[in-house]
């Protein structure tokens, strides 16, 4: 015998039930409803003998006729095929990086500390600026060492001058001693004066040493070319070596773009190709140029080959390890048929589109697709130019694709 608590639990379950089926009724109607509008409107019924039917690939001859009222409800659009001008074009991912031969690390060529940084990152600069002053010793020392060797080059200049006009009384043996010590004094001071040039001294700061006679140990540190400051390591007081990149400087205005390019489309590219980079991080900007070097190797792992593109950059948009995609351009812009993507539908491996014959018959036509250009694809064949075809909505026409009768006139 059940209790009382059973029997209210069994109760509630049975209410809960008929609960359930009286929400789901409407939905359930609304659904078989709708099932039979959508295949009145597009297509006849199939019979119970027909509720797996074949798949079949869609005859050139198939035609799916469709009231134009219903194609304008189902939002199906109707454009023509036109002729537009198309490049061939290899498409390759890519990344931005500073242009090798634009670009230089400024070390300060001596050890020493940071005195004074006179530039920050982003300023321009213009070659022969001073970026920073850096303290050395080695500099110091060289710079007296430069003094004392002019002093003694004089001095040894005026002993030959003074045997010379001393005349016969004085022995050729001292004259020749005189003149070899002098030639190698000035082998010296050369050497001396080489190594405070390659250090950034110009001819007019070795002057300066001279008429100050100051052999201090400041040394700048020169900007070698014109462009922007893109990285910076110098910092006050602390001590840097001679090898130490303390700057960066690079010109923006022409930027290397590295590409990968496939095995099997190494054979259409050439050096000097047009070529256009779309970053991805800059949606719609594209930065042209050129083809500019193609590597000698395949890379084994990945099959691909090694390009690089130097692109324009004036407004200095482009940065460095910017990653995207460049179009190479293969030859000139010709005149090719094209359809919009939204046209082609596939269906037992080919491509194929719904010309519109008439007011309400569509026929699949197979074609034959060439290379996709942003939302169209090139037709290499099965079409002409103004004929017109579904474009949006076509999918539903191409539902009809799993109909047994497909190809009869469906009314």
Not at 67 to 82: F, L, M, N, P, T
Not at 142 to 170: C, N, P, T
Not at 310 to 327: F, H, I, T, W
Request: glycine fraction near 8%.
């Amino acid at each position: 015998m059940s209790s009382p608590l059973v029997a209210q639990v069994r109760h509630s379950r049975v209410l809960w039930g008929i609960g359930v089926l009286v929400l789901a009724a409407p939905l359930l109607a609304w659904g078989v409803a709708e099932r039979e509008r959508l295949l009145a409107l597009y297509a006849e019924k199939p019979t119970a003998a027909e509720d797996n039917p074949p798949q079949v690939d869609p005859p050139a001859a198939a035609t799916v006729r469709v009231d134009s009222r219903a194609v304008q409800a189902a939002g199906i659009e109707i454009e023509s095929v036109r002729v537009l001008p198309m490049e061939n074009t290899i498409s390759c991912p890519g990344g931005a990086a500073f242009n090798a031969n634009r670009y230089v690390e400024v070390p300060p060529k001596a050890d020493g500390s940071v005195r004074r940084v006179l530039v920050d990152v982003g300023q321009q600069v213009k070659k022969g600026d001073v970026l920073a002053v850096v303290s050395s010793d080695p500099v110091g020392e060289l710079k007296a060492s430069y003094l004392k060797a002019l002093v003694h080059e004089e001095h040894l200049d005026w002993q030959v001058d003074s045997l010379k006009a001393a005349g016969q009384g004085i022995p050729a043996k001292a004259l020749f001693e005189a003149e070899h010590l002098l030639k190698e004094q000035k082998t010296d001071t050369k050497r001396i004066w080489h190594r405070l040039r390659y250090f950034g001294l110009s001819d007019l700061d070795l002057k300066q040493i001279v008429d100050s006679q100051d052999p201090s140990a400041d040394l700048n540190v020169l900007s070698p070319i014109d462009g922007t400051v893109v990285s910076r390591k110098a910092v006050e007081g602390e001590p840097v070596q001679a090898t130490s990149p303390l700057f960066s400087v690079a010109q923006l205005a022409k930027i290397w773009v590295n590409l990968k390019c496939y095995e099997n489309q190494l054979a259409a590219i050439r050096l000097g190709q047009p070529v256009t980079f779309f970053p991805d991080g800059l949606p719609g900007h594209g930065f042209s140029g050129a083809i500019t070097w193609i590597s000698a190797e395949l890379n084994p792992q990945t099959r691909t080959v090694q390009l690089r593109a130097e692109v324009d950059n004036p407004s200095g948009l482009l940065k460095a390890n910017m990653y995207g995609r460049a179009q190479i351009t293969l030859d000139q812009p010709q005149e090719r048929l094209a359809v919009p993507q939204a046209a082609v539908q596939m269906h037992g491996g080919g491509h194929y589109v719904f010309v519109q014959e008439g007011q309400d018959t569509f026929r699949a036509r197979p074609i034959q697709l060439g290379q996709r250009k942003a939302d169209v694809w090139e037709v290499t064949s099965g079409l002409s130019a103004g004929e017109k075809v579904a474009t949006v909505g076509s999918f539903l026409l191409k539902s009809n694709l799993e109909n047994p009768e497909f190809g009869n006139e469906i009314e």
